[in-house]
Structure formats: C-alpha cells, structure tokens
Nanobody
Framework: QARLVESGGGLVQAGGSLRLSCVAS????????MGWFRQAPGREREFVAA????????YYGDSVKGRFTISRDNAKNTVYLQMNSLRPEDTAVYYC?????????????????WGEGTQVTVSS
C-alpha cells in the first residue's frame, strides 16, 4: 500500500527558509518521478517542482524559480523541497505526489499517489 508522508512545514517570516520532506513507502521509489504542489484556500492545486526518478530532469513553477530547490535521496525514499526567500504568497498546504509515468509532471492529474500535505505559513 503506497503512502507518502510530508513534514517540515510551519510558520516562518518573509525572507526565511523551510525544508520540506516527503517519505514514500509501499512503492518502488526509484521508479517514480516525484513532484511538489501547493494549494491555498479557494485556489486550485498549483505546480511547484518535480524531478524524474533519476533526477536528470528537474522542473519548477514560474513563481518559485530561483528560490526553491527540489531534490531526492533514493536510498532514503525521500524527496525534499528547500524553500528560500519565502513570501507571504507562498502560504499554502504543500503536497508531494508520485508519478510512475513521468511524462507531464506539472499536472496534478498525472500523479498516482499523494500525501496528506503539510501547512506552510509565511508572515509578512
């Protein structure tokens, strides 16, 4: 049974940093592309970042380019999201997803499994 568990969210001041983690179980992790999305109240789920199972290809949403970095450790079944220079508009619940096809990583519907999310709140 596949399970993704996010952690690392919290309250931070604008300009600060957070590092999110997502630990996967029940899947062959090194065969899945992984992505991070976020969703603020009343808004659609927004693509943040993704990388393929080899990490050879990495993608970022326009709003986070240059500030966020996605990485993975296949030995630990974990994907990370380092978030720097945080802004109040980054406030959202952050979700990680696992996609076994790795074709369209910016679309939520492409993902097979999701975690329950971790709240990130950035104060001004």
């Amino acid at each position: 049974q596949a399970r993704l568990v996010e952690s690392g969210g919290g309250l931070v001041q604008a300009g600060g940093s957070l590092r999110l983690s997502c630990v996967a179980s029940g899947i062959t992790f090194n065969r899945y592309s992984m992505g991070w999305f976020r969703q603020a109240p009343g808004r659609e789920r927004e693509f943040v970042a993704a990388l393929t199972w080899t990490a050879n290809s990495v993608y970022y949403g326009d709003s986070v380019k240059g500030r966020f970095t996605i990485s993975r450790d296949n030995a630990k079944n974990t994907v990370y999201l380092q978030m720097n220079s945080l802004r109040p508009e980054d406030t959202a619940v952050y979700y990680c997803g696992a996609d076994h096809l790795g074709v369209v990583l910016s679309t939520p519907g492409a993902y097979d499994y999701w975690g329950e999310g971790t709240q990130v709140t950035v104060s001004s």
